[in-house]
């Protein structure tokens, strides 16, 4: 793990224990992206984008 990785699960419940209005811009995504385990977008470049077509569905 490097400096810059995320640890994705402890930023996911952070996420999720934030009181953030369900309609915050790009919350669904990057909830989805923190769910998916991904921890760096240098190594997941795709990540983001399966995400928002993901949720634009």
Request: hydrophobic fraction near 40%; aromatic fraction near 8%; charged fraction near 25%.
């Amino acid at each position: 793990m490097f400096a810059e990785d995320l640890y994705a699960a402890a930023a996911l419940a952070l996420l999720d224990r934030l009181d953030l209005p369900p309609n915050t811009q790009h919350r669904a995504e990057l909830r989805q992206v923190l769910a998916a385990g991904h921890t760096n977008h240098y190594r997941s470049p795709g990540a983001w984008n399966d995400a928002k077509r993901s949720v634009s569905r």
